[in-house]
């Protein structure tokens, strides 16, 4: 998934939140109040830090290993090289 995809996806997902949860409403900033939900997740000793990694693991096991980062068992500049094309 390139960059501007994640991008979409995220913003996706804020507002697909806002929907199911009515009571994250929006204040005149347009700054979304996460606070309730915090309260919510604090009960169960649940962090934000959790929640990433939780979605980081769910998502390693869905889509797999990334192959486009180089592997630090393999000589350097062939890395540097491969790496390159596949940033291309």
Same mark, same amino acid.
């Given at each position: 998934?390139?960059?501007? %995809?994640?991008?979409? $996806? $995220?913003?996706?997902?804020?507002?697909?939140? *806002?929907? +199911?949860?009515?009571?994250? *409403?929006?204040?005149?900033? @347009?700054?979304?109040? =996460?606070?309730?939900?915090? %309260?919510? $997740?604090?009960?169960?000793? /649940?962090? &934000?830090? /959790? *929640?990433? +990694?939780? @979605?980081?693991?769910?998502?390693?096991? =869905?889509h797999g290993l990334?192959? &486009?980062?180089?592997?630090?068992?393999?000589?350097?500049?062939?890395?540097?090289?491969?790496?390159?094309? &596949? *940033? $291309?």
């Amino acid at each position: 998934m390139n960059p501007i %995809q994640a991008r979409e $996806l $995220l913003i996706w997902i804020q507002r697909s939140i *806002l929907d +199911k949860f009515s009571f994250l *409403l929006k204040d005149k900033d @347009g700054n979304t109040n =996460v606070v309730p939900l915090n %309260q919510f $997740l604090s009960c169960y000793r /649940i962090t &934000s830090f /959790i *929640l990433r +990694k939780i @979605g980081a693991d769910h998502a390693s096991r =869905v889509h797999g290993l990334d192959d &486009s980062y180089p592997d630090p068992d393999e000589d350097e500049d062939e890395n540097e090289d491969s790496y390159m094309v &596949s *940033l $291309l």
